[in-house]
């Protein structure tokens, strides 16, 4: 049994070329462990150095962002809140995270704000950026419509970014029968703001 | 050691951003679905929206239309208007989800690519998840005009035939603006999406004073182009430039190690 698995051992040693250098069996033992655990040695290497890193786009408003249920108030009591322009300056309208470039629309989801059977038109209302914002993009202020414009358009990607908002209503329109002369309330209106990748 | 930094780094990132971009508030990935495959086929994609914060939302989920204008931006109309809608094709379970503090959520999309689809041509749309408000939302106002502020996500949908794979844009034209009111000056590049593929590109511009070498480098512009659509944009030059320049506009896409390179001398 022995002999055989020589035999066997020596007629593979002779099919490696690269074993004939070496005369004795000990040598070519040695040298067919040093190719095995080098092989191995390499192979364990590879496997500590892998890493998979598997990123997806993500998108995230923070519950901080006033534009979360959050409310912007105008009142008008005195002679002077009518013949004047009224801006309310909203710090954190929205913070967004966002992994990509991005830009954000607004729209308002009525014609009005509705106090019952009374109405003021939502064009009374401009918004734009507060240059206190580090939600960077192109904006231009814009008149508060039920279609959807870009508050700020090519935003860079970022975290956590914060949107702060002017409310404005220009004297122009606060002195306009749009505003004066209404029965006093409570007038009201929802706006949606659309964040979405470019 | 520089492998072992490497994951070091890449660790903290992805667990800053997990932190910071996921605990507080309401996130949704992915924020675009690239479905593909062939007419008649059913396709699905899952949409993972998570609340970190104290509050319940509930979303009405709905799909609209849009194309993009010549200037980049998006322009949505109502579902099933343009010649390369795909809003019919795109369902999910629920119309309405209840998404309760500290909750995660995935969505399942599916598209049924008709059997009479284009196998050449995308088709696009835009699935929103709209805040909806509830009572606790309304104005606790006696008089005057108030505005409650909601939100929502747009996630963009598009549908690739299986043999689309053509990354490219050409760049049609270099023109300097003339100089506006306000003495700003610019450079107009208008771009063509030559390719098959939506195209993921940022625009850079490098102008080289001609006689002193100063060299000025923009902040590249980022931009997304369905196939065979044009866009339009503009770099807006520093205060008082002034001089010869050499300008060069390097288009650099995503996906693709091409790079569409376009010079032109400018006199400011």
Known sequence: MKNILKTYLQRFQESLFLLLPFKSSTLRVLFISALILTTSFAKAQEVATKVNITLADVLSIDSESAANGGAVDFRYETVSDYNSQKTATVPKSLVVTFSKAFDVKVRANGEYFENGINQIPINVITIQRNESSTLMGKSTPIILSTTDQVLVGSAALGLKLQLDLDYIIPKAKSSSTDILGKPAGSYTQTVTYTASAL | ?268
């Open chain 2, 1 to 268: 050691m520089y492998n072992y930094f490497k994951f070091v780094l890449t660790f903290i990132f992805i667990q800053g951003f997990a932190l910071v971009g996921f605990s507080q508030g309401v996130s949704m990935s992915p924020t675009r679905l690239f479905f593909t495959g062939n007419p008649g086929e059913t396709v699905t994609q899952n949409v993972v929206i998570h609340n970190g914060s104290a509050n319940d939302y509930i979303f009405n989920i709905n799909v609209k239309d849009w194309n993009r204008e010549e200037d980049g931006t998006k322009v949505y109309f109502e579902p099933g208007i343009l010649k390369q809608t795909n809003s019919a094709w795109i369902s999910t379970l629920e119309k309405n989800i209840n998404l309760p503090a500290k909750s995660t959520q995935e969505v399942l999309v599916t598209m049924k690519i008709p059997a009479n689809a284009s196998t050449v041509e995308m088709t696009n749309s835009m699935l929103f998840f709209t805040q909806i408000g509830k009572q606790k939302d309304e104005l606790k106002l006696d008089k005057g005009i108030g505005i409650i502020a909601l939100f929502e996500f747009g996630l963009h949908v598009y549908y690739t035939p299986a043999a689309s794979n053509s990354v490219s844009v050409d760049i049609i034209s270099i023109e300097a603006t003339p100089k506006q009111v306000d003495n700003s000056q610019a450079v107009a590049i208008r771009l063509f999406n030559d390719g098959s593929v939506v195209n993921d590109a940022a625009v850079e511009l490098e102008l080289t004073n001609m006689d002193s070498g100063e060299e000025i480098k923009l902040t590249p512009i980022n931009l997304s182009m369905m196939p065979g659509t044009y866009q339009n944009i503009t770099h807006k030059l520093p205060e008082n430039i002034k001089g010869k320049y050499a300008g060069v506009i390097i288009v650099k896409m995503a996906g693709s190690n091409d790079l569409r390179v376009g010079e032109k001398s400018f006199e400011f």
